[in-house]
């Protein structure tokens, strides 16, 4: 039989699970076991599933999938604070993830999309086109991942290491960042995988239904039991996700990539903006924080010369003030987070100087707007924001 033809587990939620077992002729119960070993035990293989009888073991070997990701190469950086994936899927296609360890919290950056179809033009994955959507499975198999990487790391460091500054940023001041612990010295208390961001490759609302059954077969309590709150889903502004999104049960966060004030500029920078144009975007931003009460924040990639000029800081204020031509959004919901552009080799393109990052944010908070600056873990092994694209062969950092 065609393995890739087979049901694979991971792709499975535990209701589904029950249903195959009670097909088999086996008791419910037999799915909250498998369920168990695959999201708490974190085994590899059936055959570690030591609970069942032999018997059942070998079917599933037989009659499922469990194909957990094993990277092809692990980029390191900041003293093993963060750690990226290369993952070779089953036909071929590359993906990338990101473990993030911080002295109170450890974050994945999953992928949900191989390669990316927006084209945004400054972000590497964009460079490949979309290459296919993964599957559920895919999704929750970087998160399982991530959770081993985490055992690994309390076994090895027994939580007793210091957070060095981040690669590039160390000018950032503490008042400056957005509040990831990543400025200081504190000593790492986190011993298992706390967040997941879906910030990696692809457009999670481009692969909707797949990215959705993902969150909730690693939100179910049974399993991984991830947090609705603990997780964030960013995209580039396709309207009809954020829409939907405010009608799901699961209160996971939302980010929105504007990287620009007005129309012009942001359909140059952003091709999806010729779809969804900012007043769209921002009206369905209204609705969502109407119907959710849930604060949402909005990224902003500051491209030296480009959008970080200060009468740019000055039109994103009116915009999201509603002075533009659009809604008039509540502020006490509305984060921005700044992001100095981390550099992709080829792309003509210059990362935001110190200077201007600062007056950038200062304007915003002058006008009332909440502001932080993201330090961005990982630079130089491609592993931050906008770098994501199936890299090969880079220098590892230990």
């Known amino acids: 039989m065609n393995q890739d033809t087979l049901p694979d587990l991971y792709d499975l939620s535990l209701a589904e699970m029950e249903r195959l077992m009670m097909a088999w002729g086996q008791p419910a119960y037999r799915a909250r076991q498998i369920f168990r070993q695959l999201y708490i035990n974190l085994v590899d293989s059936p055959l570690a599933m030591t609970d069942l009888p032999l018997a059942l073991r070998e079917r599933l070997v037989a009659e499922t999938r469990l194909a957990p990701l ?21 036909n071929g296609v590359l993906i990338e993830s990101v473990l993030m360890i911080y002295p109170d919290r450890a974050t994945v950056c999953v992928s949900t999309q191989a390669g990316c179809g927006m084209g945004c ?16 499975g895919d999704i929750v198999a970087q998160v399982v991942w991530a959770a081993r990487e985490m055992r690994r790391f309390a076994a090895e460091r027994h939580i007793s290491l210091s957070v060095p500054p981040p690669d590039d940023d160390s000018w950032w001041t503490p008042d400056t960042l ?15 995988l706390s967040n997941i961001v879906f910030m990696g490759m692809g457009e999670p609302f481009a692969n909707y239904d797949r990215w959705w059954r993902a969150v909730e077969i690693l939100h179910d309590p049974r399993g991984l039991n991830m947090g609705a709150r603990s997780m964030t889903v960013s995209t580039v502004g396709l309207v009809p996700g954020i829409r939907r999104l405010a009608t799901e049960t699961l209160p ?3 980010a ?36 959710t009460g849930r604060r949402v924040s909005f990224e902003y990639v500051l491209l030296q010369g480009k959008n970080d000029e200060p009468e740019h800081a000055a039109k994103l204020a009116a915009l999201l003030h509603g002075e533009a031509g659009t809604v008039t959004l509540p502020l006490h919901l509305v984060h921005v987070n700044l992001i100095p552009w981390n550099p992709v080799p080829g792309m003509p393109l210059g990362r935001s100087e110190r200077r201007r990052v600062l007056t950038f944010q200062r304007i915003l908070r002058e006008r009332g707007i909440a502001c932080t600056v993201r330090v961005e873990r990982g630079v ?18 230990g």
Do not use: W
């Not at 590497?124 to 559920?136: D, E, M, Q, V």
């Not at 144009?277 to 969502?288: C, G, W």
């Open 380 to 397: 130089s092994i491609a592993a931050a924001c906008g770098q994501l694209a199936g890299a090969r062969g880079l220098k590892v950092e």
């Open 70 to 90: 094993t990277p092809e190469q692990v980029h390191v950086a900041d003293q093993g604070l963060t750690r990226k994936a290369l993952f070779r899927l089953a």
């Open 252 to 254: 996971i966060n939302l």
């Open 256 to 291: 929105i990539s504007l990287h620009a004030p007005d129309d012009a500029l942001r359909s140059a920078l952003m091709p999806v903006n010729r779809r969804y144009p900012l007043a769209a975007l921002f009206e369905a931003t209204r609705d969502y924080l109407a119907a």
């Open 121 to 136: 033009v400054f972000c590497a994955t964009g460079t490949l086109g979309l290459l296919r959507n993964l599957s559920p």
């Open 178 to 192: 957005e509040d990831h612990g990543s400025s200081d010295a504190r000593s790492i208390s986190v011993s298992r």
